[in-house]
């Protein structure tokens, strides 16, 4: 959702509408408050495929995953009818798909004539030049797998990354820097403060802050988690803080840290290099992609990638930290021009052709 913010912003500025917004909803998670005031477009939910924690919010349960999915397929089917619905009212000049799978699936079986531009990180996966971690080879076939199935027909996709990658695309990839929100280009220069900040993806994760910060009272903390039972502000004592979801208080307080520690979402971590901040970035478990993600920020010099919430590393890491952010900098500088061009091309293009979405996604 903070892409699409930052693109609807780009498109503004170029002289464009987005006249629709389609979001995949799921019990377990609520749209931002920031997100419907900021996006200046209706908003239309779907219920769409989404992850299976266990009980204490924690891990990704993949086999329980697929489960869930293929019981609620009839649901699916009826988010495929209402995109259908939808985007013959809207009548757009290109639908702009942000990973969602039941994009992939409306292009593969019901071929519309807009063309679709679909943008990722993920995307990455299906360059030549991407290596993943060694081992692994069910998750990685599986992420190719659902990577391919949310681009079926796409005119073109759109890689984020957070280096430049020499090696040429496959046919209809192009291989683009972050997509990073405007208030983040607006954070004035900031005296680092002496506290941490932390992001939980899944808010099981607050028991282990809560752990290390009663060995370590002394360290100020601020803690930002999706836990819609929560407060806006919870003060768990006088130097650790849960914070609900805000985007400009985030950023306001990642200007000023000393350190993020976070779960291994690739937006975040793009933030913080932006602003040099050092990164611990600690995937979900089971959640092969963040697994990927906190490896390649540590290559890239974000911060240090841990299987747990080990911030006595980071608090060792920061006095010796040596920030990437000027030359990452440059390489996000770049995004605004490419993106509004790749979408304006695409817009005159026809779809890319899916004969068949199964041989589609096993030969793509």
């Not at 996966?125 to 027909?153: E, N």
Request: hydrophobic share 45%; aromatic share 10%; glycine share 4%.
């Amino acid at each position: 959702m903070t892409q699409a913010l930052a693109l609807r912003a780009l498109l503004a500025r170029a002289g464009h509408q987005v006249c629709g917004v389609l979001i995949g909803q799921s019990a377990r998670r609520e749209v931002p408050g920031f997100f419907l005031r900021k996006i200046e477009a209706p908003v239309a939910y779907l219920e769409s495929p989404t992850f299976t924690c266990d009980a204490h919010n924690r891990s990704v349960r993949p086999l329980a995953t697929l489960l869930h999915t293929a019981r609620r397929t009839p649901r699916f089917r009826q988010s495929l009818r209402r995109i259908d619905a939808l985007l013959q009212y809207y009548r757009p000049e290109v639908v702009i798909n942000f990973y969602e799978p039941l994009g992939g699936l409306y292009y593969g079986l019901y071929r519309p004539a807009v063309p679709m531009v679909c943008i990722a990180h993920q995307y990455l996966y299906l360059h030549p030049a991407h290596r993943f971690p060694l081992g692994h080879a069910v998750q990685r076939a599986a992420t190719r797998l659902f990577t391919r199935l949310t681009a079926l027909g796409a005119t073109r996709t759109l890689a984020l990354s957070l280096y430049p990658v020499p090696e040429p695309a496959p046919r209809r990839m192009t291989v683009l820097p972050p997509l990073l929100r405007d208030e983040l280009f607006r954070q004035a220069p900031a005296r680092q403060e002496p506290f941490l900040l932390a992001y939980l993806l899944n808010s099981g994760y607050a028991d282990e802050i809560i752990r290390w910060h009663t060995q370590h009272p002394e360290q100020t903390l601020h803690c930002f988690w999706d836990n819609r039972a929560a407060a806006e502000v919870e003060p768990y004592d006088a130097t650790l803080t849960f914070h609900r979801l805000d985007d400009e208080k985030f950023l306001g307080l990642m200007a000023r840290c000393q350190g993020l520690v976070t779960t291994a979402g690739f937006e975040t971590v793009c933030e913080a290099m932006y602003l040099g901040k050092p990164v611990l970035a600690v995937p979900v478990e089971g959640h092969f992609e963040q697994y990927c993600n906190s490896l390649e920020a540590a290559a890239a010099g974000a911060g240090l990638a841990s299987s747990h919430f080990d911030i006595d590393r980071l608090v060792r890491f920061v006095p010796s930290y040596q920030s990437p952010a000027p030359a990452f900098r440059r390489w996000v500088r770049e995004a605004e021009a490419h993106f509004v061009h790749a979408i304006e091309a695409a817009a005159t293009q026809a779809p890319a052709l899916v004969t068949d979405p199964l041989t589609e996604l096993a030969t793509a």
